[in-house]
């Protein structure tokens, strides 16, 4: 009886419960929802028609910065990964800086519109419309006692939905969960989106939100008269091209090429031509190959009919590409077999010379603040994955998952290991996969001019 | 797209209502069940995720805890039987979380251990008999909403109780518990 009374006694009790230092935390019902909201994005990029991240071409932006900048030599890879993957964050800062940019060059319309609900405010200021993307920034100045329920993911629900003439349009456009706090009770954000349908040069803009974040329900309406930009214009080429070539193995014909600021769209006609297995190489006026076009882009198809199926591509516009070719893209799955290397700690260099070209360790630093291994690949195609250290008595004790290099990349790297506490016999692995064979029916690529 | 939205919030309501409800009885009880704290709130994260994503699909079939219950419970097992090393590690753990013994002579009395002191000798019961106590006493199930959240008979339940009482009796005396 005494036992079954204790036992009673075991029971769930906020006041003095029997594990007393746990609780279920504001941090840990912040992850909830941040999975939540993680798991909606992934959903509604299903949903999209679009094949491509669009979130990518914001990088593409970033990357076209660093053309104009020169100095691809060296790059750490550490990075170039934080660059590929998603990181929210840096892709709202990227799209606000290109917004700044736009609007002190004069191609964005200023708007300065305001809309008001629970004493939350919405004003809508810089405007960008180049035919083909659609941009615009927002504050938001939230009172203090709501500013709790945006958890971090306050934008409103805009989404890809906006009106024209009262019409209600749809783009195709990555959704922003962060909005960046600029003061102490304001908060920036920006909306970007690709326009597949051809919107007349003047027209009444509208905008509604219902909600901010997941949490601030209300009405938030916009309608201003907009006109494309005058200087915008004059900086939109369109050229119309009808060259024929080859992708891979397909015939193809490129249609046109419109460039904006922004970004440049191209125009394929083709039958049976699977474009998303393909990646966009760009190339510099002698012909050098420019990197980090592999973080493109975007390809919508226009016309699927028996004949002819109509897609354009589109990527962001960088000053230095010159012409443009499209290479199949790599999967691991489909890799010529790898091989998996250990080299021994701190043994150095190392190079190995395959049938495509070298992959070379030049050099391993074991330094107070971490490993860095210094690696050069010649062939691009040639992929490596997953370094691993192990320590003397084999157990992997850190690991880095190099990025894949889709088809053109850097030929140098520096990986670092920060703090990776490593024996004078610890090992690095890592997995290279020699780059294919070139297919021997597949045509030279077409090469396609950009103006 | 306002009806999916409108759904979409009276989800997120329902689901903070539910994490405000059950959130720690639900860390508690998992980590109860894994005895590692990490993992606790892994899977009470995951447990919450699964219960936002399913909401449409629940029912009412039976009362809304025990179907959260179960998805914890659930989401406990799966991490148990994929960390099979890592389960090697937490009976080692176990091992160390063994209870200080008492020296005082009056604290060899069962009804002189704190409730916290106690939780520690459950914790020493295997698996099968340890989440079956927690969800009757901790979480204050009955025998029926226990076997619906194990998916089990109330037969099996009972039977189950009444022997984790009886290994628990076993490792209190073990232990040298006397009973007033």
């Known amino acids: 009886m005494e036992l079954e009374r204790k036992l009673r006694e075991f029971t769930y009790n906020k006041r003095s419960p029997a594990i007393p230092d746990m609780h279920f935390s504001p941090k840990l019902e912040q992850k909830i929802w941040e999975e939540i909201m993680y798991e909606q994005k992934k959903k509604h990029r299903r949903l999209s028609q679009w094949t491509v991240t669009v979130a990518a071409i914001v990088i593409v932006l970033a990357m076209a910065s660093l053309f104009s900048q020169g100095g691809f030599d060296q790059i750490s890879t550490s990075l170039v990964h934080e660059e590929r993957f998603e990181t929210l964050g840096i892709q709202e800062e990227q799209m606000l800086n290109q917004l700044d940019s736009l609007a002190k060059q004069g191609f964005t319309s200023k708007i300065d519109q305001s809309s008001s609900d629970q004493g939350i405010t919405i004003r809508v200021n810089d405007v960008y419309y180049d035919g083909d993307v659609l941009m615009y920034g927002y504050t938001i100045q939230i009172p203090e006692e709501k500013r709790a329920l945006l958890l971090d993911r306050g934008s409103p629900d805009f989404a890809n939905i906006f009106f024209v003439n009262g019409k209600e349009m749809t783009g195709n456009s990555i959704r922003p969960t962060n909005i960046k706090k600029i003061g102490k009770d304001l908060y920036r954000g920006v909306q970007y989106m690709f326009i597949t349908h051809k919107l007349p040069d003047s027209f009444t803009f509208g905008l509604k939100a219902s909600s901010i974040g997941l949490r601030i329900r209300g009405s938030w309406v916009f309608q201003f008269p907009f006109s494309i930009n005058e200087s915008l214009k004059k900086q939109i080429v369109h050229r119309q091209y009808e060259k024929s070539g080859y992708i891979g193995t397909w015939p193809v014909t490129i249609g046109y090429v419109r460039k904006t600021p922004v970004s440049t769209t191209i125009q394929l006609k083709g039958k049976d031509l699977p474009v998303n297995d393909y990646e966009i190489v760009g190339m510099d006026q002698q012909g050098q190959v420019l990197d980090g076009m592999d973080v493109l882009q975007q390809v919508n198809l226009l016309e699927n009919q028996q004949q002819q199926k109509v897609f354009e591509l589109r990527f962001a516009t960088s000053p230095n590409i010159s012409s443009l070719q499209l290479l199949p893209r790599f999967y691991f799955e489909d890799a010529s077999p790898s091989k998996l290397v250990q080299i021994p700690l701190p043994k150095q260099p190392i190079e190995f010379t395959g049938k495509h070209g070298k992959v070379k360790i030049s050099k391993i630093d074991i330094q107070a603040s971490g490993i860095y291994v210094h690696y050069e690949v010649e062939n691009p195609l040639d992929q490596l994955q997953n370094f691993i250290i192990l320590d003397d008595s084999g157990r992997q004790i850190t690991r880095i998952d190099v990025p894949v290099r889709t088809s053109i990349d850097r030929y140098a790297y520096i990986t670092q290991f920060p703090n990776a506490p490593v024996s004078q016999k610890g090992e690095l692995v890592y997995r290279h996969y020699p780059a294919p064979p070139q297919k021997t029916e597949e045509k030279d690529p077409l090469v396609i001019p950009i103006p | ?180």
Do not use: C
């Open chain 2, 1 to 180: 797209m306002d009806e999916t939205l409108e759904l979409a919030l009276i989800k997120e309501a329902r689901l903070e209502l539910y994490m405000r409800e059950y959130g720690e009885k639900i860390l508690h009880m998992v980590y109860l069940m894994t005895k590692d704290r990490v993992s606790a709130e892994d899977i009470t994260q995951e447990t919450f995720v699964k219960v936002y994503r399913n909401m449409d699909s629940f029912r009412g079939e039976s009362h809304i805890h025990t179907w959260i219950y179960r998805i914890a419970v659930n989401e406990a097992k799966k991490h148990l039987r994929k960390q099979a090393i890592a389960r090697l590690f937490l009976i080692k753990q176990s091992q160390n979380m063994r209870p200080t013994r008492h020296t005082h002579l009056e604290s060899n009395i069962l009804d002189s251990l704190s409730q916290h002191e106690f939780t520690q000798f459950i914790m020493l019961l295997p698996n099968t008999y340890r989440n079956i106590l927690v969800l009757h006493y901790y979480q204050d199930l009955s025998i029926e909403e226990i076997s619906m959240v194990l998916g089990t008979t109330n037969g099996a339940v009972r039977k189950k109780l009444h022997r984790a009482r009886k290994k628990l009796k076993e490792i209190l005396k073990r232990e040298g518990f006397t009973w007033n």
